[in-house]
């Protein structure tokens, strides 16, 4: 009963037939049913889960299908729509602060001669990759997991969570697979990071977080104050200034900002002269090696950059703004995340007056604004609480190992995809130095490698096993902001050697997840005997 059931069960469970939405459909696997309200729900079996329908769980969905077209999977998704955080932050001006060559997939070219591109096109991209290769169907919409057991006597996941339906009515699900992949992003979807602002209910105006924007604001005419200073600040205050009385970016310290063309000329001239496919392939190495450089070159030289960075503001800003009070920041370029500019737009808000910035720090909300420790007093009608994420690891879901809890705090990151001492399991999470897509095509070719090699092993346990090596340093190095400060406990460590780094490095693990043997000796192999008692494996 026990052994291999994991193999039979693939047989059955075909991803093609399985329903798109909350329905159970579940003609395999019925062993054992949960109480739901429409009567038992059976259990259903897939080879792979994929947690997420973002930018990556649409990527993984694409990688299982052409390099492992014999197994079935489907995609939990907590929300109604593809598209994740494309879907999610509907703020005005939202778009990527990456390029669309390289936070395109590989595998599908970005075809728009917009390279800092709006959300809603990106949100359209994913939705169109999903639509295009069958993927949509295989998504399990308004499915949030919140558990997921592994059980090495049955070599399986018990994954569990919550589904609603589109009455609203929610219900337990339980499904089983062989090996989860977790794209659930790296926040929390259900609230984003507000601080202790003192005195904020007495404030009069409208108060919104831009990861909960009312579909109801309208700006225009109004006074607009943008607590905040990072990508979403640098974006949200040249949008709102189009329309709005004056927008002010109040910033407790200064980011480095750099203006850069929101259009790509190298690419659009390929693109006149070759196929699609060659130009924007040779286009995304073009700009990977590009990022690459500047990034090498702003750790190296970091007061050459932030000189760089300097006059470049000085120029865009003309005379009138202070660029050592509001754009000169006390960390080094790159310790943070670069805020990029398309064409400017945000100097040129601030040289034209629709906006300004003011660098201090809120003593108290009043009614009508905000007034600062300095004394000066911000009068406003909207204030946007421009002040970051929640980081999340593996989407919220509680993992337990043959009846252990897993902290993943506590745990070795396995080339930044795998932990140590849980069996089949990965996770999808980008670079903080480049586009998030380029490690997502990495680790979801690299899980399809791992999953060829065990059905030729005829293994269908495959656990990262540390022998000897410890945490020697946070999972994300040399990178400070508060959001990732605030988290990086809750997020798994890295070693001393490989395999156990990891790399903000997409040629490193283009090498790594690209070519390395899965067989590295770190990865240990196994299945449950036949008979075995539980917990007896053999290696
Ligand atoms: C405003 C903003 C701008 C960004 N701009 C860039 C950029 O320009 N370049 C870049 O490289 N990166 C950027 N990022 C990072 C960005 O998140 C990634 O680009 C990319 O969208 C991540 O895709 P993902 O699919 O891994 O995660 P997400 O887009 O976060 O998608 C995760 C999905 O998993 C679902 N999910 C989560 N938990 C569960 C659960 N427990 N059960 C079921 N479903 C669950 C979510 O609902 C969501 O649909 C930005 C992030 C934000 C917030």
Redesign the pocket.
């Known amino acids: 009963m026990v052994a291999h059931r994991g193999r039979s069960q693939k047989r059955q469970a075909s991803a093609c037939s399985a329903p798109s939405t909350g329905s159970s459909g579940a003609e395999a696997g019925v062993e054992s049913g949960i109480p739901t309200l429409a009567g038992p729900m059976p259990v259903e079996h897939f080879d792979v889960l994929i947690?997420?329908?973002?930018?990556?769980?649409?990527?993984a969905a694409h990688h299982l299908q052409a390099l492992c077209p014999g197994k079935s999977y489907a995609i939990?998704?907590?929300?109604e729509?593809?598209?994740?955080?494309?879907?999610?932050?509907r703020?005005p001006g939202?778009?990527?602060?990456?390029d669309m060559l390289?936070?395109g997939y590989s595998f599908r070219p970005w075809t728009s001669p917009r390279t800092?591109?709006p959300?809603a096109e990106?949100r359209e991209y994913?939705e169109a990759t999903a639509r295009e290769e069958g993927i949509d169907r295989n998504v399990r919409f308004r499915?949030?997991?919140?558990r997921a057991s592994w059980s090495s006597r049955e070599a399986r996941w018990n994954v569990e969570?919550t589904r609603r339906a589109p009455d609203g009515r929610e219900e337990p699900f339980a499904l089983t697979c062989g090996f989860l992949l977790?794209?659930?992003?790296?926040?929390r979807?259900s609230a984003g990071y507000t601080p202790e602002l003192p005195g904020l209910e007495r404030f009069a105006g409208r108060v919104v977080h831009?990861?909960a924007w009312p579909e109801d604001l309208d700006h225009a005419g109004k006074r607009v104050v943008v607590v905040g200073s990072g990508?979403?600040a640098v974006?949200l205050v040249p949008a709102m200034a189009k329309t709005a009385a004056h927008v002010t970016m109040l910033q407790r310290s200064p980011t480095w900002v750099v203006s850069m063309p929101g259009r790509d000329g190298v690419a659009s001239a390929l693109r006149a002269v070759l196929p699609g496919t060659w130009a924007y392939r040779l286009g995304r190495w073009k700009n990977v090696a590009l990022q690459t450089a500047l990034y090498q070159a702003a750790r190296r030289f970091p007061r050459l950059t932030g000189n760089g960075l300097l006059r470049q503001a000085r120029r865009e800003l003309g005379p009138d703004v202070d660029v050592a009070a509001h754009f000169t920041p006390r960390y080094p370029p790159w310790e943070q995340r670069l805020c990029?500019v398309p064409d400017g737009d945000l100097f040129a808000a601030l040289r034209e007056r629709r906006a300004s910035v003011v660098t201090g720090t809120i003593e108290t909300f009043t009614e009508n604004g905000i007034r600062l420790a300095s004394g000066e007093v911000l009068e406003a009608d909207v204030v946007v609480t421009a002040t970051g994420?929640v980081m999340?690891p593996?989407?919220?879901?509680e993992l337990e190992v043959d009846g252990g809890v897993v902290d993943p705090g506590t745990r070795l990151s396995y080339k930044g995809v795998m932990l140590s001492g849980v069996p089949n399991l990965a996770a999808?999470?980008?670079?903080v130095n480049?586009?998030?897509?380029?490690k997502?095509d990495l680790v979801c070719a690299w899980v399809c490698r791992l999953l060829n090699h065990m059905d030729r092993r005829g293994a269908l346990q495959v656990t990262p096993t540390s022998r000897g090596d410890g945490p020697a340093a946070p999972f994300v190095e040399g990178f400070t902001p508060g959001y990732v400060r605030r988290a990086l406990a809750l997020w798994p460590k890295q070693g001393r050697r490989a395999p156990w780094r990891v790399h903000q490095s997409y040629f490193r693990d283009a090498v790594s997840l690209g070519w390395g043997r899965i067989d590295d000796g770190a990865l240990v192999f196994s299945s449950p005997e036949p008979s075995a008692a539980p917990g007896d494996r053999v290696e």
């Open positions: 947690v997420g329908a973002g930018l990556s769980g649409v990527d939990l998704e907590q929300r729509r593809v598209g994740g955080t494309w879907d999610l932050f703020y939202i778009r990527s602060d990456s390289t936070m800092i591109s959300g990106i994913i499915h949030a997991v919140a969570g977790s794209c659930a992003g790296y926040y979807y831009p990861q990508a979403t974006t990029l994420l999340q593996l989407g919220g879901v999808v999470f980008g670079y480049a586009s998030w897509t380029l997502a």
